[in-house]
Structure formats: structure tokens, C-alpha cells
């Protein structure tokens, strides 16, 4: 009886999942997935999107999906990144709501079920935070600058709990179904439809197959993706970089003038206008290097450059 219920208030589901150098990983993934999904007596289907993997994984993901007809593989061109291959994903999903996980088994398929109770709550967005995260130090650190960078930039409360582990409504993909353009964050643009985000803790296990395709380079460049290409925090650090130096500017003078005033000569010599000089062409270039990166952006965007292209989509 409880399990009528229960399936009567499970909303079908889309588990979309990015894979880029799986093959290990995704039987087991699979299997663990199909054991949940059953139980949750819903609709469903399993969207492995390929983010061009050099490994096989997209044979792999045919095979497995000639057995099973619940799964269905999308292939990309070639490397996107894992958020484009989550966008793209997005757009071909059919059902109500998409939790989206990674293929590495770091997040436990076994704890959906408590991300879908969350959503059913009435938010929009959950994500699964891991109780303890399992990656490396480096890869704990530059998630924290990027988490930080999240929270300057999604401005929710929400973003030191963001995850690659969510649940959320698929009507929220309409906020963004105009974006396009090769940086994509998806928990940014999430942000775009909604306000209700909500988080749980599970469990997050170690990766036991394999390593983590992103080196500190990639996770770097992300970042500073996310942070120049949607927010406009850099260019009031600029700003404020600007008025600084004004004040200092104006200092200098006074003091100059203070001198020339009380004991009689001005500030003798090359070494002092030289490092002024320095100081303050320094400022500007780096300013100007702000607003440079942000002329790039615009000229990317203009080249309407796709966040993804599909080789094969198939059921
Ligand atoms: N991924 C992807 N494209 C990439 C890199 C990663 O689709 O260029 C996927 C990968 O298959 C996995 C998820 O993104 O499902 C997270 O990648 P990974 O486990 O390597 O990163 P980490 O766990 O360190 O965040
Ligand atoms: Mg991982």
C-alpha cells in the first residue's frame, strides 16, 4: 500500500548522466541505476551522453543499450566539457524531472530516492551534497575557489552545497532554452528559472576506477569561464582597482606638493617618477586586460560558436 503511494507521487524521471573515459564505470553504473529506478515503480529512461571519450566508451554505451530499453546514448562530436554535454542532455530529456549524476560512481546512485523526497517538497532544484567529499586535496581545494566563485555569481545562498549530483523540475530548461554559446554552467543557468533550491546530504564515495579528468588547468580555466562569462565581478574589481589608485594618485601629490610647499624643493629625480609610473601603468593594462577578456567573450558569442553539436542521438 505505502508503495502505491509512493509511485503515485514519483514523477517520471530522466537520469542524465556525461561520460567522458567511462568504460569501466558504466556497467556497474547501470546496473546499480536499474535496481533504484525499478523500485521507484515510475517511468524512466537513462541518458549516457559521450562527451567525445577517446576510450570506448560509446561502443560500450551501445551494447548496453541494445539490452536495455530504457537506456538511451547520445554522442557529441567531439570533447565539449561536462556541462555542455549536461546542457545538451537537458534539451532531449522526456520526462518530468532530470537528476543528473556523475559516471564515475562517485555519487551513489542508491541515494536518488532522497534527492526526489527533497524536490517533492516543492523545490525546484536538490542537490545532493557529499557528506565527505572523496577527491584529492588539490581537487578539494580548487572546488572551493570555484564554489566561491559560484557564490559571487549565483548569488544564492545555496552555492557552497552545489553538486554534480541534482535533481531538478525539466520546465526549468525553458529559462534557458535561448542560450547558446560555448560556456555553459548549468547550476547558473538553473538559477535563471528559479529560486527554490534545496540541498541533502549523502554519500560520496571514493573513485575507485580510474582518475578524475580534470587536472587543476581545466578546473582553473572553468572558473575564470564562470566568473567572466556570467557575472560582471571582474570588471568592478576593475573599477575599484581604478579608484584606488586615484586616491593614491591624489595622495602622491599631496605629498608632493606638501613638500615642495614646507621645506622648499619638490621630489628630486628619476626613481620616483620611474616606480609611479610603473605602479600606475600596471593598473591600467590589468584593467584593461579585464575589459579585454570581456571584448573576447562578446566576440565569441558573436561567432555564435554551439555549446554542443551531436554526432548520434539514439534510443
Ligand atoms: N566529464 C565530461 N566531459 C569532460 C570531463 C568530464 O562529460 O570533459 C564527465 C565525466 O564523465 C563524469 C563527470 O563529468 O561523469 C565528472 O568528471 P570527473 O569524475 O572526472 O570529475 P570530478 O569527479 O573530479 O569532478
Ligand atoms: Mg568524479
Redesign the pocket.
Known amino acids: 500500500m505505502k508503495e502505491c503511494l509512493m509511485s503515485a507521487a514519483t514523477p517520471s524521471l530522466s537520469i542524465l548522466?556525461?561520460?567522458?573515459r567511462?568504460e569501466a564505470s558504466l556497467k556497474p553504473l547501470v546496473s546499480r541505476l536499474m535496481a533504484v529506478l525499478d523500485s521507484l515503480h515510475t517511468e524512466f529512461e537513462i541518458m549516457l551522453v559521450n562527451?567525445g571519450s577517446p576510450d570506448r566508451s560509446w561502443d560500450l554505451i551501445q551494447e548496453l543499450s541494445r539490452s536495455n530499453a530504457h537506456l538511451r546514448g547520445i554522442n557529441l562530436m567531439r570533447?565539449f566539457?561536462?556541462h555542455n554535454?549536461l546542457l545538451c542532455g537537458i534539451r532531449e530529456a522526456r520526462h518530468e524531472v532530470i537528476v543528473t549524476l556523475?559516471?564515475?560512481l562517485?555519487n551513489p546512485p542508491e541515494e536518488i530516492p532522497r534527492l526526489l523526497e527533497k524536490l517533492a517538497e516543492g523545490h525546484d532544484v536538490v542537490y545532493g551534497t557529499p557528506h565527505q567529499p572523496q577527491?584529492g586535496i588539490f581537487?578539494d581545494l580548487s572546488s572551493w575557489v570555484l564554489r566561491l566563485i559560484a557564490r559571487s555569481v549565483m548569488r544564492v545562498g545555496l552555492a557552497p552545497h552545489i553538486s554534480?549530483f541534482r535533481a531538478f523540475r525539466t520546465q526549468l530548461r525553458d529559462a534557458f532554452a535561448a542560450f547558446q554559446g560555448p560556456f555553459v554552467m548549468i547550476d547558473v543557468l538553473l538559477t535563471w528559472g528559479t529560486t527554490r533550491f534545496a540541498s541533502v546530504p549523502v554519500r560520496h564515495d571514493a573513485r575507485s576506477i580510474g582518475k578524475?579528468?580534470?587536472s587543476l588547468r581545466k578546473l582553473f580555466v572553468h572558473g575564470f569561464n564562470v566568473l567572466t562569462g556570467f557575472s560582471t565581478l571582474p570588471l568592478q574589481l576593475a573599477s575599484w582597482i581604478g579608484f584606488f589608485f586615484t586616491l593614491f594618485g591624489l595622495g602622491v601629490l599631496v605629498y608632493v606638493i606638501g613638500r615642495y610647499l614646507i621645506l622648499g624643493y619638490s621630489f628630486p629625480g628619476f626613481p620616483f617618477l620611474a616606480s609611479i609610473i610603473a605602479i600606475f601603468s600596471g593598473a591600467q593594462l590589468f584593467a584593461l586586460g579585464i575589459i579585454g577578456e570581456y571584448l573576447a567573450r562578446m566576440h565569441f558569442r558573436l561567432m555564435e560558436r554551439p555549446p554542443y553539436v551531436m554526432r548520434q542521438n539514439k534510443d
Open positions: 548522466i556525461p561520460v567522458y567511462s562527451d570533447n566539457g561536462q554535454a556523475d559516471a564515475d562517485q577527491h581537487r554534480a578524475s579528468s580534470y
